[in-house]
């Protein structure tokens, strides 16, 4: 008997392969899904704290924590970090911004050479890699905003705010409304102030601003918006949690902690500098770094005093028009509404 030929129509291949494809698919979520338990429920606490830290540290994922802990052992795990506040007042004194030369940089002392007006570096750890931007007049960084605010707006990508304010370069700021992860950037959290002028927020609320005096010192810390007023606040966000106060590490006591993510920071050195920091996450090649790392890395390069910003899918570096470290949004940069910039050089 002569054998029959199945011919495979188009229809069979690709039902074949989407067979295949989702049998695939599956396979990976129960093995992640395994990994995480073997995490969640095995003998390490370490493992257990960077595991539900890391995953509540996100808009889209942090339920995965409730899978495996009730509510109390969650907070446990989380730890003080996310309650770190001060009365501290940020003390002024501390900070003694070098005198400008006639061309325009900074003066040098004792015949040093004078510091670069902006410098890009790499930072790297075991965990992470990213990068640290030092602006060494602090007059150059300003809040950018996306344009109007509240639920019928939408945000602007970093890039876009660059480019509008013709910018030298950007970092994300502070946080916004994104419930599940999906917030189009039109509502900050907190209180906005761009070059003087208050963009979001009321001068009865208290705040845990990130923001420059008209002196150009970076001020951290819980205050209202009348205080910000009377202080001269000409440029601030909301975020946190701080991360050195008056030349103190946030951590001096207990390790803040946090899971491996990317992360953003904005902080300031004695001499006025201002350094600005990307760490990337959530890559194979970086996972993330936590608080503890990022104030190492800050108080490494001289910060006194310095705070925490908007981090995961929001953290990233453009630097002269190009990106410098790389979101972990699988659907690129967001829309959000703040942004730190840097004039360029005069």
Known sequence: MARTKTKLTVGKIIGRVLIVFFTTLILLVIALYLLMLVIAKGPSNTAKKLFVCTVKETSAIGFLANW????????????????????????????????????????????ASAQKETELIEVTGSTYKGKLLKIKDPSRVFVGVSGPYGQQYEGKRVMDMMNEYGAQAAINAGGFEDLNGVGNGGTPLGIVISQGEFKWGTLDQTYELIGFDSNNILHVGNMTGQQAKDLGIRDAVQFGPLLIVNGKPANEVE???????????????????????????RQATSLGATYDDVISILLKHGAVNAANLDGGSSSHMIYEGEFVTVCSSLYGPRRMPTCWLVAPES
């Open 255 to 281: 390790p803040l902690g946090g899971g491996f993510n990317p992360r953003s920071a904005i902080g300031q050195t004695a001499d006025g500098t201002v350094l600005l920091l990307v760490i990337d996450g």
């Open 68 to 111: 495996y802990y009730t509510d109390e052992e969650i907070e446990d795990y989380l730890g003080s970090f996310r309650s770190n506040t001060t009365d501290e007042v940020t003390n002024a004194e501390l900070v003694q911004i070098a005198p400008k030369t006639s061309e325009g940089g900074a003066a040098a002392e004792d015949g």
